[in-house]
C-alpha cells in the first residue's frame, strides 16, 4: 500500500491513459494494444483500495465508452467490475510474486474484455473469434513494467 | 460495501445501456463528455502534428523546388479540367433546368483533418477536427481525393465521428457509371474490399466498372466515385452474383477529408424525411 497519494499523479495517469486508449500504436496492431486504462483502475485500486473504488473506475469507464463510442455504460461496467474484483483480492494480491500478479491481471483484464465483448455482440458487434483477449494478455506482459514505473514515480512526486 | 457499490452501478449502467441503446436518449450527454474529452483528442494527435513539423523542418530546398514544380504542373492540368468542367456543369445544369429539374449541382464543401481512428480495431470510423461548431449535423458525407469515405454519425462541439465506407454496418446506394445500374453497396469490416448485394446475374456489369454514389436515400449526395469492380463471381445456380468492389478513397491513407454540405432546399441528411421526399418525387 502506498504511504502517500499524489493526487496530480493520479490526474495525470489518467489522461496519459486515454490519451494512450486512442493513439501512439501503430495502426493495424490495434489488436494487441494493452487496456491502459484497465491497468490503470488496476494499479490505483490495488495500491489505494481505500481512496479508489467501483464508482470511481464506473466514471473512468464512461470516458472511455464516449472515446470508444460504445453504448455509453458498458466499458463503464467493465472497469467497475475490475475495482470490484481488485478490491475483493487486494490483500491476497500483495503477498504474489510477480508472475502470479501478471496472472491476476490477466484474468481480471479477461474478464472486463469478455463482458465488453459480451455487450457489445448483444448489440450487433461483430464476432471476431478470442482475439479480444489479445489486450489482457498484452496488459499482463508490460504490468510488471508498468507497476515498477508508477511506483517509482510516486515516490519521487508523492 | 464494495457489492452494494457494484450492484448500485450495475443497476446504473444497465439503465444508460437501455437508454442509449434503444431510446438513443443519451447523444446530448455523450456530445458534452466527447466535447470536454477534445484536449484527448489533441493530445492522441499531436506526436503526429509534431513529427510532421519536424519532418517539415528537415527538408531541403532542392525538394521543396521539385515538389513545387509537380505542384505547378499538377495545378495546370486540373485547371485545364476544371475549365472544361464548367462548361460542362452551366451545360448540365441548363438541361436541367429545361427538363424543369429543380435540383442543381452544387455542394459546397470544408476541409478538415483526420486527428484520430476508433481504438476498436473492429470498427471502421475516424474522428475529424470539425463539429457542430462548424456546422456539421449527423449524416454528411465525408469525401477525399479519390472519392466517398463515409459519413458522420457523431458530433460534439469541435470534433466529429465518421463512420467509414468499410464497416460493416455501413451500406452506400450505388449505380454503375456505365449504364446507371443501381445497387447496395456493402462494408465488409476490411478496408480494401466492399460487397455488392443482390444484383441479379443477368446484369450488365464488369470487372473495372466505376461505381459512383447514386443520391437515393437522400444520405449522400449524387455522383460521387465509390468503388470500382474488383471481382465478379458467378455461381451457377444462384439468383445473385458475388461482386466485390475496392474502395476508391483512401479509406487509412488520407489526412485531409472534405465534408460536403448538401445543396439548400435539397434533400436533408435525415433519413426518414428524405424517404418521405423521394417518394414524392418518385
Known amino acids: 500500500m502506498l504511504s502517500v497519494i499524489s493526487y496530480p499523479i493520479f490526474v495525470l495517469s489518467v489522461i496519459a491513459s486515454l490519451v494512450l486508449s486512442i493513439s501512439l500504436f501503430p495502426v493495424g496492431w490495434f489488436e494487441f494494444r494493452p487496456e491502459w486504462l484497465g491497468l490503470i483502475v488496476f494499479y490505483w485500486t490495488f495500491r489505494a483500495p481505500a481512496q479508489f473504488g467501483v464508482l470511481f473506475a464506473w466514471c473512468l469507464g464512461l470516458l472511455l465508452d464516449v472515446l470508444e463510442a460504445t453504448p455509453l455504460g458498458v466499458n463503464a461496467l467493465g472497469m467497475a467490475l475490475i475495482a470490484f474484483l481488485v478490491l475483493t483480492i487486494h490483500q491476497r494480491l500483495r503477498m504474489y510474486p510477480w508472475p502470479q500478479q501478471c496472472l491476476m491481471v490477466f484474468l481480471l483484464l479477461g474478464i472486463n474484455q469478455m463482458l465488453v465483448h459480451f455487450l457489445k455482440q448483444v448489440f450487433g458487434g461483430e464476432d471476431a473469434g478470442f482475439s479480444y483477449l489479445w489486450p489482457a494478455l498484452t496488459s499482463a506482459l508490460i504490468w510488471p513494467v508498468f507497476s515498477i514505473l508508477m511506483d517509482n514515480i510516486n515516490r519521487k512526486l508523492g | ?282
Open chain 2, 1 to 282: 460495501m464494495p457489492g452494494l457499490r457494484l450492484l448500485l452501478v450495475i443497476i446504473v449502467s444497465a439503465a444508460l445501456i437501455v437508454a442509449d441503446q434503444q431510446f438513443d436518449r443519451l447523444a446530448p450527454v455523450r456530445s458534452t463528455l466527447a466535447t470536454g474529452l477534445t484536449p484527448v483528442y489533441w493530445l492522441g494527435n499531436a506526436p503526429y502534428q509534431f513529427s510532421d513539423w519536424v519532418a517539415g523542418l528537415f527538408t531541403t530546398r532542392e525538394d521543396v523546388k521539385q515538389e513545387n514544380e509537380d505542384l505547378k504542373a499538377r495545378l495546370l492540368i486540373l485547371e485545364r479540367r476544371a475549365l472544361k468542367y464548367a462548361a460542362l456543369a452551366s451545360e448540365n445544369n441548363e438541361l436541367r433546368r429545361l427538363m424543369n429539374s429543380s435540383e442543381l449541382l452544387d455542394d459546397r464543401v470544408i476541409v478538415s483533418e483526420v486527428v484520430s481512428v476508433s481504438p476498436d480495431p473492429y470498427s471502421h470510423e475516424i474522428i475529424i477536427n470539425k463539429g457542430r461548431s462548424d456546422g456539421l449535423q449527423v449524416g454528411q458525407a465525408i469525401l477525399d481525393a479519390h472519392g466517398l469515405m463515409g459519413q458522420v454519425v457523431q458530433t460534439s462541439q469541435v470534433t466529429s465521428r465518421v463512420l467509414l465506407v468499410s464497416d460493416s454496418s455501413h451500406a452506400v446506394p450505388v449505380e454503375v457509371v456505365r449504364n446507371g445500374l443501381r445497387a447496395i453497396l456493402l462494408g465488409t469490416g476490411d478496408s480494401g474490399t466492399l460487397d455488392l448485394v443482390h444484383v441479379p446475374d443477368t446484369a450488365d456489369i464488369r470487372e473495372g466498372d466505376l461505381l459512383v454514389s447514386s443520391g437515393l436515400g437522400g444520405r449522400f449526395p449524387r455522383g460521387y466515385p465509390v468503388a470500382e469492380v474488383s471481382l465478379i463471381n458467378k455461381e451457377p445456380g444462384e439468383p445473385f452474383v458475388s461482386i466485390r468492389a475496392r474502395p476508391k478513397a483512401q479509406l487509412n491513407q488520407s489526412r485531409l477529408v472534405l465534408v460536403v454540405f448538401p445543396p439548400k432546399g435539397g434533400p436533408r441528411p435525415e433519413p426518414v424525411a428524405s424517404d418521405s421526399e423521394q417518394e414524392g418525387q418518385g
